[in-house]
């Protein structure tokens, strides 16, 4: 769930205007990435669920448009960890 949320906060917040659609290629290519870099995850069960719903976030965001709850918890964590790198200067 974690890595579906963060793909999409990627998708609606900081993918560029090609980065938000994936070609066939770009989607095995990425996958290729995944299987060489694999044997040096430390969880890689984890790394590979976190991953994967990473990808499914973002491709999602063509599917389901940002919901309003989406919008509101980012703009909190946002805020939370706005106050909190303010705190520790």
Do not use: N
Not at 27 to 47: C, M, N, T, Y
Not at 66 to 79: G, K, V
């Amino acid at each position: 769930m974690r890595g579906y949320q963060a793909g999409r906060h990627y998708f609606f917040y900081e993918a560029d205007g090609d980065e938000c659609t994936i070609t066939d290629d770009q989607l095995i290519e990425r996958f290729q990435e995944w299987i060489r870099e694999a044997p040096g995850w430390h969880d890689s069960e984890g790394v590979w669920f976190f991953t994967v719903g990473c990808l499914l976030g973002e491709l999602s965001g063509h599917l389901f448009p940002q919901t309003e709850q989406e919008r509101q918890q980012w703009q909190t964590e946002e805020e939370v960890s706005m106050q909190e790198y303010r705190a520790a200067q």
